[in-house]
Structure formats: C-alpha cells, structure tokens
C-alpha cells in the first residue's frame, strides 16, 4: 500500500500518472506553507500564492499549473479538472512570478464538499516556448496539457483541500 500522499490523496490516479520527483516546489498563502492534504477556507486563498522552484538548475524552465479536480462536487466531478491558474517558462530556482502567466488566477470558492487543489510543475523540454490559453477552464486536462506541449513528466506535486468558508470537517488522510 502506497503512503505517498498524492496517492492516498488520489491525485496520482485522477489527474497524474506516477512520477519521480526531481525538483521542489514550494506553495504558500501568506505566511502558510501548502503541504499535501493541509486545508484552507476560501478566505485564505484569496489571493495569488508565491510559488518558489527549489534547488534546480536555473537554465532550466518550468510550467506551472493549478486545477481542481473536483468540481464542481467531489461526489459528481464533472466539470473535471477546473483550471485555476497556469504560468509558464518560469527558470528554474525561481518562483512563478518570474514566468509568463498564460491563465490569471482564480481563487478556488468551492460550494459543496471538500475540493482538492492541485499545483502540477513540469519541466519544458523546449526552453521557451509559446503556450495558448485555453478558450475555457471547465474540463482541463493536464495530462492532455502536458503531451500537447511536450512537457516532461511532473517533476513536483502539491495539493490543498479546501471546502466552502462555512464547511466543516475535511477528507482523512492515513499515512
């Protein structure tokens, strides 16, 4: 049985395939670390988080990709994946704000049940490249994303839970 958390979390599964992480990535909101399963209320996520790229090579480019898998209910998800945000030819040892953001942020308001949010790093095998914005953010999906630009493997995973600002409770992680 697996303890990695995005395979107890199904991440691995329902929006990637098994990888072997090669970089870190590190999330925050405010002065709050994203760790896998971690939950936050919509009121915490508001704003853009800063996103940083551990211990990489800088002549290394990344993109970077956020959706939820879940909407727009865990139990019926679909409209899998919704597309939260997407920002590209980020060099590595960087953060995000250092990329080109090809889709802005939108902060994830869930309304029923508890959501999980996935940030998705992949290294570009192009250096730069030109990447489009999809016409919509309803039905993304990464792993399509991901062979339409040739992008690596995922080299880095994180992912929150988060439910409506009134929820209670929260998905159980055994690890």
């Not at 697996?2 to 599964?13: F, W």
């Not at 490249?129 to 339409?148: H, I, K, S």
Request: with cysteine; net charge neutral; glycine share 8%.
């Amino acid at each position: 049985m697996s303890r990695d958390p995005l395979a107890v979390g199904r991440i691995i599964g329902d929006v990637l395939d098994p990888f072997t992480r090669t970089a870190t990535i590190v999330v925050t909101y405010g002065s709050t670390d994203v760790t896998n399963g971690k939950s936050f209320r919509p009121s915490q996520v508001v704003n853009q988080p800063r996103v940083q790229i551990r211990g990489s090579d800088p002549t290394v480019f990344y993109t970077l990709v956020m959706v939820d898998p879940d909407a727009p209910t865990p139990s019926d998800p679909t409209l899998r994946e919704y597309l939260h945000w997407l920002v590209t030819d980020i060099p590595g040892s960087t953060g995000a704000s250092f990329g080109q953001e090809v889709t802005c942020y939108e902060s994830p308001r869930p309304n029923y049940g508890i959501h999980r949010f996935v940030f998705v790093l992949f290294e570009q095998l192009i250096e730069r490249q030109t990447v489009y914005a999809p016409g919509w953010r309803q039905n993304f999906n990464t792993r399509d994303f991901a062979e339409l630009y040739n992008l690596s493997p995922p080299v880095a995973a994180v992912y929150f839970n988060g439910q409506r600002e009134s929820g209670c409770g929260g998905r159980r992680m055994y690890l």
